[in-house]
């Protein structure tokens, strides 16, 4: 009759898939083999972790909805969590707020000057409601005649003429042949 080590040494090997238990099947006891596991999945979790967390700092809001948004950094908070290191709330509502648009900057502002800290789901409801008014505005102002300016130039010849007739800027001289003047005018100082 096999020990009991024996079959739980089997047990664990026979639990493993091909990769694992390539790396595994060197140990000799079952205290051995747990030890060898231990350290393997630790070092894939630590690692897991810190590419979780880089993923967190560089995530943006861009073109995603708010909702869309939320979901991305809920997803990887519970993926890191799984990882064994649980994110402090005031951990994830820092990476929502810092995800988001400049469009976002003054409601960034007052979540960040409060004196009472603020919880990830009522970030995301107050998030939705500007989310909401900042496309009812857009959308109000995408009704609106957008203002034009039309201008018009004359030539010089025909800006010289206007002058010589009493127009805009200050016509000095005087007349001469013809009734043309070929004195200089003058623009109005500002």
Not at 168 to 173: A, K
Request: charged content about 15%; aromatic content about 6%.
């Amino acid at each position: 009759m096999a020990s009991h080590r024996t079959v739980l040494t089997q047990c664990l090997l026979s639990s493993l898939t091909k990769t694992i238990l390539a790396r595994a099947i060197a140990s000799r006891t079952c205290r051995e083999l747990w030890i060898n596991l231990e350290t393997m999945f630790t070092s894939q979790s630590q690692a897991k972790v810190f590419q979780i967390r880089h993923q967190l700092t560089n995530l943006k809001k861009g073109s995603l909805s708010i909702t869309d948004h939320y979901r991305k950094v809920r997803l990887l908070s519970d993926t890191i969590t799984a990882a064994g290191e649980p994110l402090r709330h005031s951990e994830v509502v820092s990476y929502l707020l810092n995800g988001l648009n400049s469009e976002f900057d003054t409601f960034f502002i007052s979540v960040t000057t409060r004196a009472t800290p603020i919880s990830s789901a009522e970030l995301f409801n107050l998030l939705l409601t500007l989310e909401s008014r900042i496309s009812l505005t857009s959308t109000q102002q995408g009704l609106l005649p957008t203002p034009s300016v039309n201008l018009t130039t004359n030539s010089s010849s025909q800006a010289a003429q206007g002058n010589q007739r009493g127009g805009r800027y200050g016509y000095r001289g005087g007349r001469t042949r013809g009734g043309r003047s070929f004195s200089s005018f003058q623009q109005p100082s500002p």
